[in-house]
T-cell receptor
């Protein structure tokens, strides 16, 4: 069974550019969550999508956005990149959204490491 | 305020030593979940255990064991007879109703197991 696949694994951008990261969840998983990991702030929740709808959102500026497609694949976009956006962006999937029957085990991908110069 | 505190930034042990990783959480919810994840150098977070707030039973899985104490808001993780392959960063996480898939992670504890 394939795991969570994130692309690209590494990318370098310059300030002011935008970036799109992709996440393919485990087959059958309908919920996708995104997390940002930095040395200073640690792991922080960005947002969660379930059935193409954003279910929860973390405390990030509007430059951070995402979407989910009908096949559960998800993308996140960061516009007008800043140096502080340099981070490992982790995607996680679970069978269902986490607002009904309790917390699900999140299966994480290997991440997309973004460097902003 | 930090919802999950892992006070140990880095721990170094020699192989075969036992080691305990501490996790203290803060929540006002009566329904919540606690998790431990392992992050090897490859970057992928690997699930280790999930506990809900109604289940204080300790758990043992091979060399791993977890001690959940609601009275002290702690969910500690012990590795018995550590091995070099246990070297990684370990994260404790909390999720609360109703946004159960929104995890609050601790800052992580880097475990170095030396041969």
């Amino acid at each position: 069974k394939a795991g969570v696949t994130q692309t690209p694994r590494y990318l370098i951008k310059t300030r002011g550019q935008q970036v799109t990261l992709s996440c393919s969840p485990i087959s059958g998983h309908r919920s996708v969550s995104w997390y940002q990991q930095t040395p200073g702030q640690g792991l922080q929740f960005l947002f969660e999508y379930f059935s193409e709808t954003q279910r929860n959102k973390g405390n990030f500026p509007g430059r951070f956005s995402g979407r989910q497609f009908s096949n559960s694949r998800s993308e996140m976009n960061v516009s007008t990149l800043e140096l502080g956006d340099s981070a490992l962006y982790l995607c996680a999937s679970s069978l269902v959204g986490g607002s009904s029957s309790g917390a699900n085990v999140l299966t994480f991908g290997a991440g997309s490491r973004l460097t902003v110069l | 305020a930090q919802k999950v505190t892992q006070a140990q930034t880095e721990i170094s042990v020699v192989e075969k030593e036992d080691v305990t990783l501490d996790c203290v959480y803060e929540t006002r919810d009566t329904t919540y979940y606690l998790f431990w994840y392992k992050q090897p150098p490859s970057g992928e977070l690997v699930f280790l255990i999930r506990r809900n707030s109604f289940d204080e039973q300790n758990e043992i899985s091979g060399r791993y064991s977890w001690n959940f104490q609601k009275s002290t808001s702690s969910f500690n993780f012990t590795i018995t007879a550590s091995q070099v392959v246990d070297s990684a960063v370990y994260f404790c996480a909390l999720s609360e109703a109703p946004a159960f898939n929104k995890f609050y992670f601790g800052s992580g504890t880097k475990l170095n197991v030396k041969p």
